[in-house]
């Protein structure tokens, strides 16, 4: 509150500095939400497809062995969906339901530890500019009231005054906002990249390597997380 006291006007009413300070607290959540998905992402290897890829070249020149022993190694989550497909693969080399069933699931495992506490960083984004939006709107009660209980001549500056340190909530909100809005968009990208990489990935163990016949038919795109599992918060 000390550093918010140093860079906006003094004399703010006191509605003005508890809906600034719930501001600073939802920034603060959504910081510290931003800031935990990056290292998580950093963590689970989101975006490394180096060593996904040469699991997958393996299988794809016919060693079998060799590929499942080197996805053994689960370094990243792209190689950790293909080590599950693969082992799919080997033991049902001839059930496209199984395989595709089992690798279906690795992967949406794996998209739902990385969409995790995404939902507070968007509730952030939407309550920011509506907090603001309020305190303007207490403000402007707040001023019109002190209008109206004026005796004599009004000076026009002590409404001014009221109705511009309103509008400095909905303007802190929205900055809130926007920044957040961005980093949200940043993050879903990611994660609608990776969504993206286990599906060529698994379509690619389906059609080729050892014991394709049979498993031609095309991978059906994967549902969202939250469409596979609606009772997760």
């Not at 994967?222 to 009772?231: I, K, L």
Request: charged share 15%; proline share 4%.
């Amino acid at each position: 509150m000390s550093a918010l006291s140093s860079v906006l006007p003094q004399g703010l009413d006191s509605y003005a500095w508890i809906i600034l300070g719930v501001l600073a607290a939802v920034s603060v959540l959504a910081l510290t939400v931003s800031l935990y998905k990056v290292a998580q992402f950093a963590r689970l290897g989101v975006g490394r497809r180096r060593s996904a890829r040469a699991v997958l070249d393996r299988w794809q020149a016919g060693d079998a062995n060799a590929a499942l022993a080197l996805a053994a190694r689960r370094d990243c989550a792209a190689v950790r969906v293909l080590h599950a497909t693969l082992a799919a693969r080997q033991a049902h080399p001839h059930d496209r339901g199984a395989v595709r069933e089992r690798a279906t699931q690795a992967a949406l495992d794996e998209l739902s530890t990385l969409t995790g506490s995404m939902r507070a960083l968007e509730a952030v984004v939407q309550a920011a500019p509506m907090l603001g939006l309020l305190g303007t709107v207490v403000g402007m009660i707040e001023a019109f009231g002190r209008l109206s209980r004026a005796a004599g001549a009004v000076d026009p500056s002590v409404l001014a005054g009221g109705i511009w340190t309103a509008l400095i909530t909905t303007a802190v909100g929205l900055a809130i906002a926007i920044f957040f809005y961005f980093v949200a968009i940043w993050l879903e990208g990611r994660i609608t990249a990776e969504r993206e990489t286990y599906e060529s990935l698994i379509s690619a163990v389906l059609h080729g390597g050892p014991h394709a016949d049979g498993l031609h038919a095309p991978v059906p795109p994967m549902a969202h997380p939250a469409q596979s599992h609606p009772a997760r918060a």
